[in-house]
Protein backbone atom coordinates (compact mmCIF):
# COMPACT_ATOMS: atom_id res chain seq x y z
CA UNK A 1 0.00 0.00 0.00
CA UNK A 2 2.62 2.28 1.29
CA UNK A 3 4.62 1.92 -1.96
CA UNK A 4 1.37 1.80 -4.55
CA UNK A 5 0.37 5.43 -2.71
CA UNK A 6 4.31 6.76 -3.42
CA UNK A 7 4.73 5.57 -6.52
CA UNK A 8 1.43 7.22 -7.75
CA UNK A 9 2.78 10.10 -5.98
CA UNK A 10 5.89 10.12 -8.10
CA UNK A 11 3.46 9.95 -11.43
CA UNK A 12 2.11 13.12 -9.78
CA UNK A 13 5.12 15.13 -9.58
CA UNK A 14 6.07 14.09 -13.25
CA UNK A 15 2.43 15.03 -14.07
CA UNK A 16 2.78 18.67 -12.12
CA UNK A 17 5.84 19.58 -13.78
CA UNK A 18 4.47 18.82 -17.42
CA UNK A 19 2.31 22.05 -18.17
CA UNK A 20 4.94 24.54 -16.55
CA UNK A 21 6.96 25.11 -19.69
CA UNK A 22 4.11 24.73 -22.12
CA UNK A 23 3.01 28.68 -22.02
CA UNK A 24 6.90 29.60 -22.80
CA UNK A 25 8.01 26.48 -25.06
CA UNK A 26 5.14 27.36 -27.64
CA UNK A 27 4.72 31.39 -27.19
CA UNK A 28 6.46 32.21 -29.96
CA UNK A 29 3.96 30.55 -32.63
CA UNK A 30 1.25 30.84 -30.12
CA UNK A 31 0.81 35.01 -30.12
CA UNK A 32 1.21 35.33 -33.80
CA UNK A 33 -1.91 32.49 -33.90
CA UNK A 34 -3.89 34.71 -31.27
CA UNK A 35 -2.99 38.37 -32.99
CA UNK A 36 -1.73 39.71 -29.87
CA UNK A 37 1.97 41.16 -28.84
CA UNK A 38 5.24 38.98 -27.22
CA UNK A 39 4.62 40.98 -24.31
CA UNK A 40 1.29 39.56 -23.93
CA UNK A 41 2.52 36.06 -22.37
CA UNK A 42 3.32 37.62 -19.09
CA UNK A 43 -0.40 38.45 -18.96
CA UNK A 44 -1.14 35.23 -18.72
CA UNK A 45 1.63 33.94 -16.51
CA UNK A 46 0.35 36.51 -13.54
CA UNK A 47 -3.27 35.65 -13.69
CA UNK A 48 -1.94 31.61 -13.55
CA UNK A 49 0.41 32.94 -10.40
CA UNK A 50 -2.54 34.58 -9.03
CA UNK A 51 -4.52 31.56 -8.96
CA UNK A 52 -1.82 30.02 -7.24
CA UNK A 53 -1.18 32.53 -4.48
CA UNK A 54 -4.90 32.39 -3.53
CA UNK A 55 -4.93 28.40 -3.59
CA UNK A 56 -2.08 27.94 -1.87
CA UNK A 57 -3.37 30.29 1.26
CA UNK A 58 -6.86 28.44 1.06
CA UNK A 59 -5.06 25.36 1.07
CA UNK A 60 -4.99 24.54 4.65
CA UNK A 61 -8.82 24.99 4.85
CA UNK A 62 -9.50 23.02 2.10
CA UNK A 63 -7.18 20.50 2.91
CA UNK A 64 -8.19 19.38 6.78
CA UNK A 65 -11.60 19.56 5.49
CA UNK A 66 -11.07 17.13 2.42
CA UNK A 67 -7.89 15.30 2.74
CA UNK A 68 -5.05 15.75 0.62
CA UNK A 69 -5.95 12.92 -1.93
CA UNK A 70 -9.31 14.22 -2.63
CA UNK A 71 -7.31 18.18 -2.64
CA UNK A 72 -5.01 16.34 -4.84
CA UNK A 73 -7.34 14.39 -7.67
CA UNK A 74 -9.57 17.49 -7.72
CA UNK A 75 -6.65 19.94 -8.30
CA UNK A 76 -4.94 17.71 -11.26
CA UNK A 77 -8.90 17.89 -12.65
CA UNK A 78 -8.90 21.28 -12.75
CA UNK A 79 -5.52 21.67 -14.34
CA UNK A 80 -6.66 19.10 -17.15
CA UNK A 81 -9.83 21.05 -17.68
CA UNK A 82 -7.95 23.99 -17.89
CA UNK A 83 -5.25 22.80 -20.69
CA UNK A 84 -7.76 20.84 -22.63
CA UNK A 85 -9.68 24.92 -22.30
CA UNK A 86 -6.30 26.13 -23.76
CA UNK A 87 -6.02 23.95 -26.66
CA UNK A 88 -9.59 24.93 -28.10
CA UNK A 89 -9.41 28.40 -27.16
CA UNK A 90 -9.28 30.69 -30.06
CA UNK A 91 -8.65 34.03 -28.66
CA UNK A 92 -6.12 35.65 -26.21
CA UNK A 93 -8.74 36.58 -23.80
CA UNK A 94 -10.16 32.84 -23.60
CA UNK A 95 -6.43 31.66 -23.09
CA UNK A 96 -6.69 34.17 -19.68
CA UNK A 97 -10.28 32.66 -19.04
CA UNK A 98 -9.18 29.16 -18.56
CA UNK A 99 -5.61 30.41 -16.71
CA UNK A 100 -8.16 30.85 -13.59
CA UNK A 101 -8.50 26.98 -12.98
CA UNK A 102 -5.14 26.37 -14.22
CA UNK A 103 -3.40 28.35 -11.91
CA UNK A 104 -5.96 27.76 -8.40
CA UNK A 105 -5.38 23.67 -9.41
CA UNK A 106 -2.26 24.30 -9.76
CA UNK A 107 -0.88 25.98 -5.65
CA UNK A 108 -3.41 23.83 -4.33
CA UNK A 109 -2.24 20.32 -5.60
CA UNK A 110 0.99 21.74 -4.62
CA UNK A 111 1.07 22.72 -0.89
CA UNK A 112 -1.35 19.79 -0.76
CA UNK A 113 1.16 17.38 -2.05
CA UNK A 114 4.09 18.91 -0.49
CA UNK A 115 2.87 18.77 3.28
CA UNK A 116 1.65 15.23 2.85
CA UNK A 117 5.12 14.67 1.55
CA UNK A 118 6.47 15.85 4.53
CA UNK A 119 4.91 14.17 6.62
CA UNK A 120 4.68 10.76 5.81
CA UNK A 121 7.56 10.24 3.71
CA UNK A 122 11.99 10.98 4.41
CA UNK A 123 13.98 13.52 2.97
CA UNK A 124 15.02 11.70 -0.09
CA UNK A 125 11.83 11.12 -1.42
CA UNK A 126 11.42 14.76 -1.01
CA UNK A 127 14.94 15.54 -3.37
CA UNK A 128 13.65 12.73 -5.66
CA UNK A 129 9.91 13.98 -5.73
CA UNK A 130 11.07 17.51 -7.02
CA UNK A 131 13.66 15.90 -9.31
CA UNK A 132 10.51 13.95 -11.12
CA UNK A 133 8.72 17.20 -11.60
CA UNK A 134 12.08 18.65 -13.10
CA UNK A 135 11.72 16.00 -15.07
CA UNK A 136 8.00 16.64 -16.71
CA UNK A 137 9.22 20.78 -16.89
CA UNK A 138 12.01 18.92 -19.38
CA UNK A 139 9.68 16.97 -21.16
CA UNK A 140 6.68 19.32 -22.13
CA UNK A 141 9.16 21.76 -24.68
CA UNK A 142 9.32 18.31 -26.72
CA UNK A 143 5.96 18.21 -26.77
CA UNK A 144 4.94 21.37 -27.90
CA UNK A 145 8.12 20.72 -29.89
CA UNK A 146 6.83 18.10 -31.54
CA UNK A 147 3.23 19.09 -31.88
CA UNK A 148 4.57 22.26 -33.82
CA UNK A 149 7.22 20.65 -36.36
CA UNK A 150 4.15 18.08 -37.42
CA UNK A 151 2.20 20.30 -38.17
CA UNK A 152 -0.27 19.17 -35.01
CA UNK A 153 -0.25 23.06 -33.64
CA UNK A 154 0.52 24.06 -30.50
CA UNK A 155 -3.06 23.59 -29.57
CA UNK A 156 -2.53 19.60 -29.67
CA UNK A 157 0.26 19.67 -27.12
CA UNK A 158 -2.21 20.94 -24.38
CA UNK A 159 -4.38 18.33 -25.61
CA UNK A 160 -1.96 15.51 -25.27
CA UNK A 161 -1.25 16.92 -21.36
CA UNK A 162 -4.24 18.03 -20.98
CA UNK A 163 -5.47 14.31 -21.84
CA UNK A 164 -2.65 13.00 -19.64
CA UNK A 165 -3.89 15.07 -16.79
CA UNK A 166 -7.25 13.83 -16.64
CA UNK A 167 -6.31 9.98 -17.11
CA UNK A 168 -4.20 10.74 -13.67
CA UNK A 169 -7.08 12.24 -12.49
CA UNK A 170 -9.25 9.38 -12.63
CA UNK A 171 -6.34 7.14 -10.72
CA UNK A 172 -6.02 9.79 -8.21
CA UNK A 173 -9.84 9.70 -7.28
CA UNK A 174 -9.93 5.44 -7.35
CA UNK A 175 -6.70 6.20 -4.99
CA UNK A 176 -7.86 8.29 -2.13
CA UNK A 177 -8.88 5.22 0.31
CA UNK A 178 -5.01 4.65 0.55
CA UNK A 179 -4.07 8.62 1.08
CA UNK A 180 -5.96 7.53 4.34
CA UNK A 181 -4.72 4.43 5.63
CA UNK A 182 -0.71 5.23 4.65
CA UNK A 183 0.93 6.09 7.92
CA UNK A 184 4.35 7.69 8.53
CA UNK A 185 6.71 5.91 6.66
CA UNK A 186 10.22 4.78 8.31
CA UNK A 187 12.33 7.45 8.47
CA UNK A 188 10.00 10.38 8.35
CA UNK A 189 11.69 12.56 11.17
CA UNK A 190 7.87 13.67 12.56
CA UNK A 191 6.35 10.28 12.70
CA UNK A 192 5.08 10.48 16.03
CA UNK A 193 2.55 13.42 14.64
CA UNK A 194 1.93 12.86 11.62
CA UNK A 195 -1.67 12.24 12.23
CA UNK A 196 -2.41 15.90 13.36
CA UNK A 197 -2.22 16.79 10.19
CA UNK A 198 -5.48 15.89 8.96
CA UNK A 199 -7.36 16.75 12.05
CA UNK A 200 -7.76 19.36 14.41
CA UNK A 201 -8.55 23.10 14.42
CA UNK A 202 -8.23 25.05 11.22
CA UNK A 203 -5.33 27.18 11.45
CA UNK A 204 -5.96 30.93 10.40
CA UNK A 205 -3.65 32.33 8.22
CA UNK A 206 -3.00 35.31 11.00
CA UNK A 207 -2.37 32.52 13.61
CA UNK A 208 0.38 31.16 11.52
CA UNK A 209 2.13 34.24 10.56
CA UNK A 210 2.23 34.96 14.53
CA UNK A 211 4.34 31.19 14.77
CA UNK A 212 7.91 32.57 15.83
CA UNK A 213 10.10 31.76 13.02
CA UNK A 214 7.37 31.69 10.47
CA UNK A 215 8.19 35.15 8.82
CA UNK A 216 12.35 33.89 8.83
CA UNK A 217 11.40 31.20 6.66
CA UNK A 218 8.92 32.68 4.35
CA UNK A 219 11.73 35.20 3.45
CA UNK A 220 14.17 32.48 2.58
CA UNK A 221 12.12 30.80 0.73
CA UNK A 222 10.74 33.94 -1.51
CA UNK A 223 14.80 34.67 -1.64
CA UNK A 224 15.35 31.23 -2.85
CA UNK A 225 12.44 31.26 -5.75
CA UNK A 226 13.32 35.16 -6.66
CA UNK A 227 16.98 33.76 -7.30
CA UNK A 228 15.79 30.35 -9.35
CA UNK A 229 13.48 31.99 -11.40
CA UNK A 230 15.81 35.06 -12.10
CA UNK A 231 18.40 33.06 -13.00
CA UNK A 232 16.12 30.71 -15.50
CA UNK A 233 14.75 33.58 -17.13
CA UNK A 234 18.03 36.45 -17.46
CA UNK A 235 20.86 34.32 -17.44
CA UNK A 236 21.22 33.95 -21.13
CA UNK A 237 20.53 37.16 -21.86
CA UNK A 238 23.23 38.13 -19.14
CA UNK A 239 26.10 36.19 -20.75
CA UNK A 240 25.21 37.20 -24.19
CA UNK A 241 25.45 40.77 -23.93
CA UNK A 242 27.41 41.06 -20.91
CA UNK A 243 29.92 38.19 -21.32
CA UNK A 244 30.09 38.00 -24.87
CA UNK A 245 29.01 34.58 -25.66
CA UNK A 246 27.61 33.39 -28.79
CA UNK A 247 23.35 32.90 -28.65
CA UNK A 248 23.68 28.89 -28.69
CA UNK A 249 26.25 28.64 -26.32
CA UNK A 250 24.44 30.89 -23.99
CA UNK A 251 20.99 29.00 -24.30
CA UNK A 252 22.50 25.38 -23.37
CA UNK A 253 24.42 26.97 -20.44
CA UNK A 254 21.22 28.43 -19.20
CA UNK A 255 19.61 25.54 -19.83
CA UNK A 256 22.36 23.68 -17.79
CA UNK A 257 21.46 25.62 -14.61
CA UNK A 258 17.65 23.94 -14.75
CA UNK A 259 19.42 20.60 -15.46
CA UNK A 260 21.67 21.21 -12.68
CA UNK A 261 18.53 21.79 -10.21
CA UNK A 262 16.62 18.76 -11.65
CA UNK A 263 19.99 16.30 -11.17
CA UNK A 264 20.84 17.54 -7.95
CA UNK A 265 18.15 16.71 -6.79
CA UNK A 266 18.11 13.01 -7.73
CA UNK A 267 21.68 13.55 -6.39
CA UNK A 268 20.42 14.73 -2.86
CA UNK A 269 18.22 12.27 -2.24
CA UNK A 270 21.06 9.35 -1.90
CA UNK A 271 22.46 11.19 1.04
CA UNK A 272 19.18 13.44 2.37
CA UNK A 273 18.56 11.30 5.05
CA UNK A 274 21.78 11.41 6.30
CA UNK A 275 22.94 14.68 5.99
CA UNK A 276 19.50 16.41 7.17
CA UNK A 277 17.60 19.63 5.90
CA UNK A 278 19.79 21.71 7.65
CA UNK A 279 23.05 20.86 6.36
CA UNK A 280 21.19 20.87 2.76
CA UNK A 281 19.77 24.15 3.26
CA UNK A 282 23.29 25.93 4.53
CA UNK A 283 24.97 23.65 1.95
CA UNK A 284 22.74 24.51 -0.85
CA UNK A 285 23.07 28.59 -0.55
CA UNK A 286 26.68 28.16 -0.21
CA UNK A 287 27.53 26.12 -3.16
CA UNK A 288 24.48 28.88 -5.30
CA UNK A 289 27.01 31.85 -3.70
CA UNK A 290 29.89 30.10 -4.97
CA UNK A 291 28.57 29.64 -8.35
CA UNK A 292 27.50 33.31 -8.05
CA UNK A 293 30.85 34.57 -7.52
CA UNK A 294 31.92 32.46 -10.48
CA UNK A 295 29.66 33.87 -12.72
CA UNK A 296 30.81 37.51 -11.37
CA UNK A 297 34.64 37.04 -11.93
CA UNK A 298 35.91 39.75 -14.42
CA UNK A 299 38.28 37.86 -16.30
CA UNK A 300 38.27 38.04 -20.41
CA UNK A 301 37.02 34.14 -20.66
CA UNK A 302 33.31 33.78 -20.10
CA UNK A 303 34.16 30.00 -19.00
CA UNK A 304 34.22 30.75 -15.12
CA UNK A 305 30.30 32.50 -15.39
CA UNK A 306 29.60 29.35 -17.65
CA UNK A 307 30.87 26.88 -15.07
CA UNK A 308 29.62 28.93 -12.31
CA UNK A 309 25.69 28.53 -13.66
CA UNK A 310 26.16 24.88 -13.50
CA UNK A 311 27.34 25.41 -9.85
CA UNK A 312 24.94 27.59 -8.85
CA UNK A 313 22.01 24.65 -10.32
CA UNK A 314 23.61 21.65 -8.70
CA UNK A 315 23.46 24.45 -5.64
CA UNK A 316 20.04 25.38 -5.76
CA UNK A 317 18.97 21.87 -6.26
CA UNK A 318 18.27 20.88 -2.16
CA UNK A 319 17.20 23.85 -1.17
CA UNK A 320 13.62 23.91 -2.36
CA UNK A 321 13.02 20.57 -1.04
CA UNK A 322 14.82 20.64 2.38
CA UNK A 323 12.36 23.47 3.49
CA UNK A 324 9.66 22.06 2.86
CA UNK A 325 10.47 18.73 4.23
CA UNK A 326 11.65 20.61 7.34
CA UNK A 327 8.33 22.73 8.29
CA UNK A 328 6.64 20.20 10.14
CA UNK A 329 9.74 19.59 12.31
CA UNK A 330 10.30 23.22 12.70
CA UNK A 331 6.71 24.34 13.74
CA UNK A 332 4.53 21.18 14.18
CA UNK A 333 2.04 18.91 12.20
CA UNK A 334 -0.52 20.61 12.98
CA UNK A 335 0.49 23.71 11.85
CA UNK A 336 2.56 22.60 8.30
CA UNK A 337 -0.39 22.66 5.95
CA UNK A 338 -1.40 26.34 6.84
CA UNK A 339 2.69 27.31 6.59
CA UNK A 340 3.22 25.23 3.67
CA UNK A 341 0.31 27.09 1.62
CA UNK A 342 1.79 30.30 2.72
CA UNK A 343 5.26 28.90 1.55
CA UNK A 344 4.12 28.02 -1.85
CA UNK A 345 2.37 31.72 -1.88
CA UNK A 346 5.72 33.34 -1.23
CA UNK A 347 7.29 31.24 -3.21
CA UNK A 348 5.25 32.24 -6.42
CA UNK A 349 5.59 35.74 -5.35
CA UNK A 350 8.93 35.62 -5.58
CA UNK A 351 9.26 33.79 -9.10
CA UNK A 352 6.73 36.53 -10.41
CA UNK A 353 7.91 39.54 -8.52
CA UNK A 354 12.00 38.82 -9.01
CA UNK A 355 12.31 38.59 -12.56
CA UNK A 356 10.35 42.11 -13.98
CA UNK A 357 11.81 43.51 -11.28
CA UNK A 358 15.76 43.06 -12.34
CA UNK A 359 14.35 43.55 -15.94
CA UNK A 360 13.44 46.98 -14.84
CA UNK A 361 16.80 47.05 -13.29
CA UNK A 362 19.18 46.17 -15.98
CA UNK A 363 17.49 48.52 -18.07
CA UNK A 364 18.50 51.19 -15.99
CA UNK A 365 21.76 49.83 -15.23
CA UNK A 366 23.18 47.51 -17.39
CA UNK A 367 22.64 43.59 -17.18
CA UNK A 368 25.97 43.65 -15.10
CA UNK A 369 23.99 43.58 -11.98
CA UNK A 370 22.69 40.06 -12.65
CA UNK A 371 25.47 38.50 -10.13
CA UNK A 372 24.97 41.36 -7.91
CA UNK A 373 21.51 40.62 -8.01
CA UNK A 374 21.57 37.21 -7.29
CA UNK A 375 24.31 37.82 -4.64
CA UNK A 376 21.79 39.56 -2.71
CA UNK A 377 19.03 37.08 -2.84
CA UNK A 378 21.40 34.16 -1.50
CA UNK A 379 22.58 36.38 1.07
CA UNK A 380 19.04 36.92 2.00
CA UNK A 381 18.40 33.54 1.74
CA UNK A 382 21.33 32.07 4.19
CA UNK A 383 20.62 35.05 6.28
CA UNK A 384 17.05 33.96 6.96
CA UNK A 385 17.29 30.35 7.09
CA UNK A 386 20.55 30.67 9.82
CA UNK A 387 17.97 33.03 11.59
CA UNK A 388 15.69 30.57 11.62
CA UNK A 389 17.91 27.90 12.70
CA UNK A 390 19.00 29.58 15.63
CA UNK A 391 15.25 29.89 16.86
CA UNK A 392 14.28 26.42 16.35
CA UNK A 393 17.68 25.70 18.79
CA UNK A 394 16.92 27.73 21.55
CA UNK A 395 13.48 26.20 20.88
CA UNK A 396 14.72 22.42 21.54
CA UNK A 397 16.45 23.48 24.46
CA UNK A 398 13.73 25.16 26.37
CA UNK A 399 11.63 22.16 25.12
CA UNK A 400 14.32 19.92 27.26
CA UNK A 401 14.70 21.73 30.20
CA UNK A 402 10.85 21.54 30.97
CA UNK A 403 10.65 17.98 29.98
CA UNK A 404 13.27 17.10 32.55
CA UNK A 405 11.99 15.91 35.86
Given amino acids: MYSLLLALIYVAFVSLGLPDSLVGAGWPVMHQDLGVPVAFAGVITMIIAGGTILSSLASER ?13 SVGLTAAALVGFSVAGSFWLLCLWAVPYGLGAGAVDAALNNFVALHFAARHMNWLHSFWGLGAS ?89 ESTAILWASTYLV ?51 VLLVALPVGTPVPALAGLVVAGLGCAPIYPAIIHSTPVNFGARSSQ ?33 PLFLAVLVALGLVMSERLNRLVARRGRVDDLVARP
Fill in 338 to 370: AIIGIQMAAAYTGSTLAPPVFGVLSTWAGAWVF
Fill in 241 to 291: TDRGVDDATAAAFASLFLLGITAGRFLAGFFADRVGDTLLIRGGFAVVGLG
Fill in 139 to 227: ISPFIMSYAITSGLGWSSAYRIVGVTQAVLTAVLILSIPLWRKVGPAPGAEHADDGAAATGGSHVPLAQALRIPGVLLVLAAFFAYCAL
Fill in 62 to 74: VTRRFGAGAVTAV
